[in-house]
């Protein structure tokens, strides 16, 4: 069974960069079929799709976010990165790291909730001076 664990600072300053690391193991990143994605959950809202990247190492954006956001991959430590520019303190939230195959990526996009997958237990990002 693939296990995924997020890390990362807890607390980033308005303006900076946060930086997050999702550390995979029992499966490959470049697993054929399989999309791995990060998402948030800012406080009193639903999960928020932000992007991913695929097995072939391609990266999908939530537009929204497509000019703060990048994903990226190490895949000699199978491992996977967010990187959300010029942050303010509205980006404060819980943020996940996930394995969807391909079949649930719509699900993933629209409610990430109801995506079947393998999750990280999620990791507190404040963002605060």
């Known amino acids: 069974q693939a296990q995924l664990q997020e890390s990362g600072p807890g607390l980033v300053k308005p303006s900076q960069t946060l930086s997050l690391t999702c550390a995979v193991s029992?499966?490959?990143?470049?697993?054929?079929?399989?999309?791995w994605s990060w998402i948030r959950q800012p406080p009193g809202e639903d999960l928020e799709w932000l992007g991913y990247?695929?097995?072939?190492?391609?990266?999908y954006y939530r537009p929204v976010f497509s000019s703060r956001v990048s994903i990226s991959r190490d895949t000699s430590k199978n491992q996977f990165a967010l990187r959300l520019f010029a942050v303010t303190p509205e980006d404060t939230a819980v943020c996940y790291c996930?394995?969807?195959?391909?079949?649930?990526?719509?699900?993933?996009?629209?409610?990430?909730?109801?995506?079947?997958?393998?999750w990280g237990q999620g990791t507190q990002v404040t963002v605060s001076s």
């Open positions: 029992g499966d490959s990143i470049t697993s054929p079929g399989y999309y």
């Open positions: 996930a394995r969807v195959h391909m079949d649930q990526t719509q699900s993933m996009k629209s409610h990430p909730s109801k995506a079947r997958g393998r």
């Open positions: 990247i695929a097995y072939s190492g391609s990266a």
